[in-house]
């Protein structure tokens, strides 16, 4: 069998990209700037020497669609943008190794796959210049909120349409990217785990569950100033005593209910060194998979906030400031993404994704969907010391490309003769 699949190739390729857009304080590719583009224009000429249809959609979104039998696709995803200083792997490794997947499926089916196989590079992942993350997969998923998207400015006061123009992107067609989707019947992507679970479970892989829903607010506790010489300890309304209690309940509520829980933020005032403090305002980041987990977290914490604002005798309100649903993945492409990491290394690991994903996006749009992770070493990433190791980086590769031959298998068996339902309409790749 001619399937030349090289995960060796994509650790020299990972490497190339990292000298090509690098310099010492890590990687540059934030997206709409020039070494953005550089890396794209790399990555373009790749896969153009490939007998691939590429194309860029209306969002900025590279695609390489490798048409098969049937047009039901599935589709690999990564991105080849960065937060500045970032990493070498975080997003790139998931193209690249989409990339080697396509070349062994290619090569082991001479060129037609019994269904479409399409590598997506999204554009603008991180959000890192905007502030708004998932913008391609957002626009491709049809949740991008256009009006809001579109008074976003970045630090030199560029607008976020004058930098897509820039690069050849209308924004007011970005949510025409929406069609790509027409004939996507299962989306895959590896990613580096960028936490320590694998790595204190000493594993290389680990399947995604799904992605956490968040609910984030501020709490604000409201007391009374007063004299910190002259104010006896039993006469004190003190918004920080009841906000401090928040930090250590957290944990217990996290604990309780299996999700995670942050408050990340506290300011006093008038938060001088002679006076009790009269407004405490904390920031409260709560996460789960579980939809109604979440709530009851949510729940917990207005409770405790209550309680303990009652006890100190101030009292205490919330703000909403996001909320996310939870985006569980494809039951039968979990089963599969198991089963593939247990023959690649042995042992699986099924965790939730703290972070959010673009394959959270095309979750959202109904896309079955799943997600490898491979082990962060130091567990850290978003950072120059982002690193994993080589041999778990082959091992991540290998496992999408058999997670990618299992999916093939999957998509064709939902459709008989692989063939199309009638109703589905041509993308535009299909037209080029
Ligand atoms: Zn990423």
Redo the contacts with the bound molecule.
């Keep these: 069998m001619d399937a030349p699949l090289d995960p060796k190739r994509t650790i020299v390729e990972l490497k190339d990209l990292r000298r090509l857009t690098s310099d010492e304080r890590g990687a540059q590719r934030v997206a709409f700037t020039p070494t953005w583009a550089r890396a794209r224009a790399w990555l373009r000429e790749k896969l153009e020497s490939l007998p691939l249809k590429v194309h860029t959609d209306a969002a900025g979104n590279l695609w390489a669609t490798l048409r098969g039998e049937s047009e039901r696709s599935v589709l690999i995803g990564g ?1 080849i943008d960065s937060v500045p200083n970032g990493g070498w792997l ?2 790139c490794l ?1 193209t690249l190794a989409g990339l080697e997947c396509l070349r062994r499926i290619h090569a082991q089916y001479r060129g037609r796959p019994p269904v479409t196989i399409r590598l997506v590079d999204w554009a603008d ?2 959000g890192a210049r905007f502030g708004r993350s998932l913008f391609g997969s957002s626009a491709c998923s049809g949740t991008l909120p256009l009006e809001e998207a579109r008074g976003l400015v970045d630090r030199d006061g560029i607008t976020l349409p004058q930098a897509l123009a820039e690069h050849g992107i209308i924004f007011d067609r970005v949510n025409d990217a929406q069609q790509e989707l027409h004939h996507v019947a299962a989306y895959l992507e590896l ?1 580096i785990e ?1 936490g320590p679970v694998l790595l204190d479970r000493d594993l290389p892989l680990g399947v995604v569950l799904g992605t956490f829903g968040v609910e984030r607010h501020t709490i604000t506790f409201h007391g009374q100033a007063a004299h910190s010489g002259s104010t006896p300890m039993n006469r004190r309304r003190d918004a920080l005593l009841a906000a401090a209690q928040m930090s250590p309940e957290i944990y217990r509520i996290a604990e309780r209910h299996g999700g995670v829980c942050t408050i990340g933020s506290c300011t006093t005032e008038p938060g001088i060194v002679t006076s009790v403090v009269e407004r405490c305002r904390i920031t409260l980041d709560q996460r789960h998979l579980d939809a109604p987990a979440l709530q009851r977290m949510l729940a917990d914490a207005r409770d405790a906030s209550a309680r303990f604002a009652r006890e100190a005798r101030v009292d205490v309100a919330w703000e909403r400031l996001a909320r996310i649903d939870p985006q569980p993945f494809h039951n039968d492409l979990i089963t599969l993404a198991d089963e593939v990491v247990r023959e690649t290394c042995g042992q699986s690991h099924q965790l939730p994704s703290g ?1 959010l ?1 673009d394959a959270a996006e095309m979750a959202r749009a109904g896309v079955p969907t799943v997600m490898l992770f491979v082990q962060s070493l130091l567990g850290i990433s978003h950072n120059a010391l982002e690193d994993t190791k080589e041999e778990h980086i082959e091992l991540a590769v290998g496992a999408l490309d058999r997670l990618a031959e299992r999916t093939i298998a999957w998509v064709k068996s939902q459709t008989p003769n692989g063939q199309t339902p009638k109703n589905s309409q041509q993308s535009p790749s299909d037209q080029q």
């Design positions: 991105h975080d997003g998931n992942e991180e990613h960028q972070p994903h």
